[in-house]
């Protein structure tokens, strides 16, 4: 079994996470403030690749960032960056779909914090910045911890959009759940099985892991 | 002096009510405020703590405009600095009560002088949840104290304490107040339970 596949999808699921993280919380904490018809919105959009088919939005991305025209043709002219079938589209991919992994269980949570705990950081002089850092977050540990992993495997699994935007390129887009499919293609089920075999320990690891963390909490990964 | 002269619209179970006050209160004085369920005095201290903006009207405190509707004049809570006593005491679950007082002030001496005061001090590396009901009532009271605040603001400030605790906090209350020259609005349901604090009164219609 050729152990690259693995490696570039654990990279991936990794450069997705840590990106997610850093534009998911203050999107999470905008969101969770208030409601406004264009929060309704950004929202819906934010919650759309959880229902609509991978291939879909792998298409539209394809077609959004093809070379031949539009933000594609702009970002190739303006700035050499290809991301059809390369490992940046992979990875803009994935962010795209497993954002609502990311954002939604963290709007959640701030949600349910009583805002009395903001105000009461904000009475003593603490900026919203501040409040954020040392009230908040740590407040909601257990569903951003949950939000981490639950981004972490959902791209482990992505298929359909990595496969369209990313094609099957050894070494370059060609991540686990691809392979395992290729394998399964070329009736290897013996590397079929070994793939699928990392993937699935890998994940249920993971979420073992989240429920012996949040076990004080009772709290379900999946809340 | 604080002067209040605020309209706020209040959305109620039968619609909307109008909270209208106008209102002048001493510097160094403790009012309390009492009123019927729903009139708005909750409301009031948070609209003075600027955590709720009225749609009319101005507040002033010792010649300092915190908020003019008519002028667009609204300094967020960061720059008013009341010590405020929520009702659900808002603690952070994440804090011990030393590190409650440490977030609000770096003061070694006054943090030691309030844990005294409230007498916390076998509890400094306890969280909120393991403190009972009148501990973590009086940590809420301390936290708000341990920024020396000009106006202090308390909603229903000692409802979990049993007399005698009540009698003792309002006692050392009292000093450090009048050492701080504090204001205080003190919020309640029952006028008498701080009787041996307030000075003034004023009932929320």
């Known amino acids: 079994m050729d152990p690259t596949p693995i490696w570039l999808t654990l990279k991936l699921a990794a450069i997705t996470t840590a990106l997610l993280l850093v534009i998911g919380l203050p999107v999470a904490w905008w969101l969770s403030r208030g409601r406004s018809f264009f929060k309704i919105v950004l929202e819906a959009m934010i919650t759309m690749p959880l229902v609509l088919p991978p291939s879909v939005l792998g298409f539209y991305l394809l077609l959004a960032f093809s070379p031949q025209h539009g933000i594609g043709l702009w970002l190739q002219q303006t700035f050499d960056i290809q991301f059809v079938f390369s490992f940046k589209g992979l990875v803009l991919a994935s962010v795209i779909y497993s954002a609502p992994f990311m954002i939604g269980p963290i709007k959640s949570a701030l949600q349910q914090l009583p805002v009395s705990l903001s105000q009461a950081s904000h009475s003593l002089g603490k900026s919203r910045w501040q409040t954020f850092i040392k009230i908040l977050l740590p407040n909601i540990r257990p569903s951003l911890l949950s939000a981490i992993v639950l981004t972490f495997a959902h791209t482990l699994g992505e298929f359909g959009v990595v496969l369209m935007i990313g094609g099957n390129i050894p070494g370059v ?51 | 002096m604080i002067s209040i002269d605020i309209e706020k619209r209040l959305r109620a179970y039968k619609g909307e009510h109008l909270l209208q006050v106008k ?13 019927a369920s729903g009139a708005g005095k909750t409301t009031l201290l948070k609209i003075i703590a600027g ?17 003019n509707a008519a002028n667009k004049i609204g300094l967020q809570p960061q720059q008013r600095l009341c010590g405020f006593v929520f009702q659900d005491y808002a603690l952070f679950p994440n804090m011990t009560v030393l590190e409650h007082l440490q977030y609000a002030t770096t003061d070694a001496a006054w943090i030691d002088r309030l844990l005294k005061l409230g007498k916390l001090e076998p509890f400094v590396s306890h969280k909120p949840v393991y403190l009972s009901g009148g501990q973590q009532q009086r940590l809420a009271i301390l936290r708000a104290l341990a920024i020396k605040p000009k106006l202090l603001l308390m ?51």
């Open chain 1, 173 to 223: 887009t060609r991540v686990a759940s691809i392979a395992v499919y290729d394998a399964v293609e070329q009736m290897d089920y013996h590397s079929a099985n070994l793939y699928s075999l990392v993937l699935f320990a890998i994940t249920f690891v993971l979420v073992i892991a989240v429920f012996v963390f949040n076990k004080y909490q009772l709290k379900s990964p999946l809340e």
């Open chain 2, 51 to 67: 955590f709720i903006q009225p749609e009319n009207g101005s507040i002033m405190v010792n010649g300092v405009t915190w908020f």
């Open chain 2, 23 to 35: 209102k002048e209160f001493a510097a160094g004085s403790i009012t309390k405020i009492y009123g």
């Open chain 2, 155 to 205: 909603d229903e400030p000692f409802s979990a304490l049993d007399p005698e605790t009540k009698t003792e906090l309002i006692n050392a209350l009292k000093l450090i107040i009048a050492e701080l020259k504090t204001t205080v609005l003190v919020v309640t349901h029952n006028p008498q339970e701080v009787a041996e604090l307030a000075t003034e009164e004023f009932k929320i219609a």
